[in-house]
C-alpha cells in the first residue's frame, strides 16, 4: 500500500566488526550531513539517515530497497563485507528503538548513545534527509529511551572501574573544586580516572614516578604537572585524592606511611585508590581516621554488580521497546488506512456530483431549484449510504492493527493512496 | 482553638515527612523533596499561628513550661531547617529531620491545657527573657539538626569505608558535605547559645539579684556551653569527620540528658522552670 516502502537497516557496530573497520567508515559533522543528503536523492530512497559514533555506524533508509544503504558502505571500503548486519520492517525499527534506549551499547546503560542518536537525527532534518517517516519513528525512539531511563534502573551504577573510582571520591570530598589528585606510577588505568575527575573539577593533577621522564611523558599527555620521586610524602600531604599504579611489588603507601602523612595533613580527608597488582597501597590504611583505601578488587566488585544488576533491567527494557515496537506499527498502519478512506470517499463524491450535474442537465428547465436540489441530496445520500460499512470497518481495522484490509479495500475500489507528505518540522 | 490549629500543623508535618521518606526510599521522583519542603513551610506557618492563638489565649507564659518549651523548640526546628534546606540543598536532611520535628511535638497534641505548673511572676515578664527563651531553644534545635547531620555521616562514612556502596550510599550526600553542614550548625548554634546563657544570667541578676546561683540548670547550661565552645575549638586544630560527628552527637545526648533530668528533678532544686520568685530556698 505504501507502493513497498518500507524501513531498511545496514550497519556495523563493536559487535560486528573491528575498529579498523569502523574508522573507515565512521563519519561526522558536515561529511555526515552530505552523506545523509547524497544518500536521500539516491534511486529507491525516500528518506535516510545515519547514525555515527565511535561504536557503531548504521544507515536507515526508507525507501523500496536497501541496497543503496549498502552501498553506503561498499563504497567507503570493500572491508565492510562480512561485518554489515541487515534488518527490514519491525526488526529494523526494534534496533534503532534499542540502540536509543542504550541496550545494544558496549555498556549497557551508558548515557551518551541518546544524544548521539539526536544529533544524528538533527543533522538528517538540516540535510533534509529526514522526512515525514523517519521524524514520527526517531520521535518514537526518544520517547522509548526516555521510558526506558525512567522506568527500569538499566542506567543506575558505575559501569567501569575510573566511574566507580569517581563515584567514590565524590560521596567522600563532594564538590572536587580546589582539591588535587596524585597519580604514584604512570599507569593507564590511573590516567583516565584522574582525567575522568579533571572533568568534574579537580583543580590540579601531579604525576610522580620512579622514572622521571615516564612521569614527564604522562604529564605532558593529560596536562598534569610531574614532580619529583623523592618528594612522594610531602607530595601525599598536598593532593585528596591518591591514585596509586605502580610496579612496584610491595607496598609503596605503608601503614606509617600514611600516619606520618596523616599527621602532616592536620587529620584532612585522604583517598588512596590503589589500581596495581601486587597491591602498593597497605589495606591497613583504610582503617585510621579520615583515610579511606581502595583496592582494585573493590572496585571491580561494584563494576560487575552494576553490569548484573543492568542486565535483569535490560529484560524489563525490552519489554518496553517491543511494546513501543509495536505500538509503532499500529500507529503506522492507521495513518496507511486513512488515506485509503479519504481516497475512496473522493473518488464516490466525485461520481455523485458528475451523475447529478448529468441528470440536471438532460432533465433542464423542467426542474425548478427545489427540485434540482432533491437530487443533489439524493446522490449525495447514495454515496454515504453505500460508503457507511466499508468507512466503519475501515476505521475498526485501523484501530486493531490489521493491515490486510486497507490493502484490500484500495485493491477492491481501484484506488492508491499515497501516505501525505506534508508533516511538521522534525523537532531537532 | 490554638490546639486545634497545632493539630493541622501537625499534619502538614506528618505530610512531610511522607514526602521525604518516600523520597529517601526513592530518590527518583525528585519532585517529593519539594513537596515535602513547601508542606513542611505551611507546617511552619499553621504553627506559627497556632503559637500565635496560644499567646493570646494563655497570655504567653505557657513557653515557661515542658509543653509549650516542645512546641517553640519544634517550630524554631521546623524554622532552622527551612533555613537549611534554603542554604545547603541537601533534600536528604529533611528525612531526618523532619521525622525528629513530628516525634517531639505530638505529645503536646493530646495535652489539652498549657503546663498548669507554670504561674510566672510579673518581674520575670520582660524583653530580655523572651530573648532568653527564642535563643536556648533555638540553639537546642540547631543542635539537634547538627546531631542528626552527625548521624547521616556516621552512617555514610560506615558505608563509605566498608565499600558497601549500595542504597544508603548513594542516598545520602558527600562526606564532606554532611562534615561541613554539621560545623557550621554547631558554630552557629554556638552563638545562639552563648546569647542565651548572657540573657538569662542577665535575667538572673535581675530576678535574683545575682548573675551565678550554682543553680544546677545554670551548671550543666555552663557545662554545655564549654562542650560546644571546645568543638568549635578543636575544629580549628583539624579534628573533624568521624570524631567530630561522634562529639556533636554525645553533646547533643547531653543536652536532651539536661532537659530530661532537670524537669524531674524534685522542685526547689532549681529555680529554673518552676520556681523563679524570691531567695533560694
Excluded at chain 2, 98 to 107: A, K
Excluded at chain 2, 120 to 129: A, F, I
Excluded at chain 2, 196 to 214: C, D, T
Aim: charged content about 20%; aromatic content about 6%.
Amino acid at each position: 500500500m505504501n507502493a513497498g516502502r518500507e524501513l531498511h537497516l545496514v550497519g556495523l557496530s563493536h559487535k560486528s566488526a573491528p575498529v579498523a573497520v569502523r574508522e573507515k567508515v565512521a563519519l561526522g559533522g558536515d561529511d555526515l550531513k552530505d552523506a545523509m543528503s547524497t544518500l536521500a536523492g539516491r534511486p529507491g530512497v525516500s528518506e535516510a539517515m545515519v547514525v555515527s559514533t565511535c561504536n557503531r555506524v548504521e544507515c536507515y533508509v526508507y525507501g523500496e530497497s536497501l541496497e543503496e544503504a549498502r552501498r553506503f558502505f561498499l563504497e567507503r571500503t570493500a572491508d565492510a563485507e562480512g561485518h554489515l548486519y541487515v534488518h527490514s520492517g519491525r526488526d529494523a525499527v526494534r534496533h534503532l528503538f534499542r540502540v536509543a534506549a542504550s541496550l545494544d551499547s558496549m555498556v549497557v546503560g551508558e548515557p551518551q548513545i541518546l544524544g548521539q542518536v539526536k544529533e544524528s537525527y538533527g543533522l538528517a532534518a538540516a540535510a533534509q534527509s529526514a522526512g515525514a517517516f523517519v521524524s514520527r519513528l526517531c520521535n518514537r525512539a526518544f520517547a522509548t529511551a526516555k521510558r526506558v531511563r525512567s522506568e527500569t534502573e538499566i542506567a543506575r551504577g558505575a559501569g567501569s572501574v575510573s566511574q566507580v573510582a569517581v563515584e567514590l571520591v565524590e560521596k567522600i570530598f563532594g564538590d572536587l573544586r580546589g582539591r588535587s589528585v596524585l597519580l604514584v606510577g604512570a599507569g593507564k588505568m590511573g590516567a583516565l580516572s584522574a582525567k575522568a575527575l579533571r572533568d568534574l573539577g579537580a583543580d590540579r593533577i601531579l604525576v610522580t614516578n620512579r622514572s622521571p621522564e615516564k612521569a614527564r611523558g604522562l604529564a605532558l599527555e593529560i596536562g598534569a604537572t610531574a614532580e619529583p620521586w623523592d618528594g612522594l610524602t610531602s607530595l601525599l600531604a598536598l593532593a585528596d585524592v591518591v591514585i596509586v599504579s605502580t610496579g612496584a611489588p610491595t607496598y609503596v603507601i605503608t601503614q606509617d606511611l600514611a600516619a606520618h602523612v596523616m599527621k602532616a595533613r592536620r587529620g584532612r580527608s585522604i583517598c588512596l585508590i590503589d589500581l596495581a597488582v601486587p597491591r602498593n597501597v597497605d589495606p591497613v590504611c583504610g582503617e585510621q581516621d579520615n583515610v579511606y583505601a581502595y583496592d582494585i578488587d573493590d572496585l571491580q566488585k561494584v563494576v560487575v554488580q552494576t553490569h548484573t544488576a543492568r542486565a535483569e533491567e535490560a529484560l524489563r527494557a525490552e519489554a518496553i521497546v517491543e511494546a513501543e515496537v509495536t505500538a509503532f506499527a499500529q500507529e503506522r498502519e492507521t495513518r496507511a488506512a486513512l488515506p485509503v478512506l479519504a481516497e475512496l470517499r473522493r473518488r464516490a463524491e466525485q461520481i455523485a456530483r458528475v451523475e447529478a450535474d448529468r441528470t440536471l442537465a438532460h432533465l433542464g428547465t423542467k426542474l425548478d431549484e427545489k427540485g434540482r436540489k432533491s437530487v443533489e441530496a439524493m446522490a449525495q445520500a447514495i454515496v454515504n449510504k453505500l460508503l457507511h460499512g466499508p468507512t466503519a470497518r475501515l476505521k475498526e481495522a485501523a484501530a486493531s492493527g490489521d493491515s490486510d484490509l486497507p490493502g484490500a479495500a484500495a485493491e477492491l475500489f481501484g484506488v492508491e493512496p499515497e501516505e501525505t507528505q506534508t508533516l511538521p518540522e522534525p523537532r531537532r | 482553638m490554638s490546639l486545634q490549629v497545632l493539630r493541622i500543623a501537625a499534619l502538614f508535618y506528618a505530610g512531610a515527612v511522607a514526602a521525604y521518606v518516600v523520597y529517601f526510599a526513592r530518590p527518583r521522583h525528585v519532585r517529593l523533596a519539594a513537596v515535602g519542603q513547601w508542606l513542611l513551610g505551611i507546617a511552619f506557618l499553621v504553627q506559627a499561628a497556632a503559637i500565635g492563638l496560644g499567646c493570646k489565649e494563655y497570655g504567653g507564659t505557657e513557653f515557661f513550661g515542658l509543653r509549650g518549651g516542645m512546641v517553640f523548640l519544634t517550630w524554631l526546628g521546623a524554622g532552622a531547617s527551612l533555613v537549611v534546606q534554603r542554604l545547603y540543598r541537601i533534600p536528604t536532611v529533611g528525612a531526618f529531620v523532619t521525622p525528629l520535628i513530628l516525634v517531639v511535638l505530638l505529645p503536646t497534641l493530646f495535652l489539652v491545657k498549657p503546663d498548669a505548673r507554670v504561674e510566672v511572676p510579673p518581674e520575670v515578664l520582660r524583653p530580655m527573657v523572651t530573648v532568653h527563651i527564642v535563643t536556648a531553644l533555638l540553639g537546642v534545635a540547631l543542635f539537634a539538626i547538627a546531631a542528626l547531620v552527625a548521624l547521616m555521616y556516621l552512617l555514610q562514612e560506615r558505608e563509605v569505608k566498608g565499600k558497601r556502596f549500595g542504597a544508603l550510599f548513594s542516598r545520602l550526600p558527600s562526606l564532606a558535605a554532611l562534615d561541613t553542614l554539621n560545623h557550621r550548625l554547631v558554630r552557629f548554634g554556638f552563638v545562639v547559645y552563648t546569647l542565651a546563657l548572657l540573657s538569662g544570667s542577665g535575667m538572673a541578676k535581675v530576678v535574683w539579684k545575682s548573675a551565678w546561683q550554682w543553680d544546677p540548670q545554670q551548671v550543666t547550661s555552663l557545662v554545655i556551653w564549654m562542650l560546644y565552645g571546645a568543638m568549635v575549638q578543636l575544629r580549628h586544630t583539624g579534628w573533624h569527620g568521624r570524631r567530630f560527628a561522634l562529639l556533636t552527637i554525645g553533646a547533643f545526648g547531653l543536652v536532651v540528658a539536661s532537659m530530661v533530668t532537670l524537669n524531674v528533678l524534685p522542685e526547689g532544686m532549681t529555680r529554673h522552670g518552676g520556681d523563679f520568685s524570691g531567695e533560694r530556698k
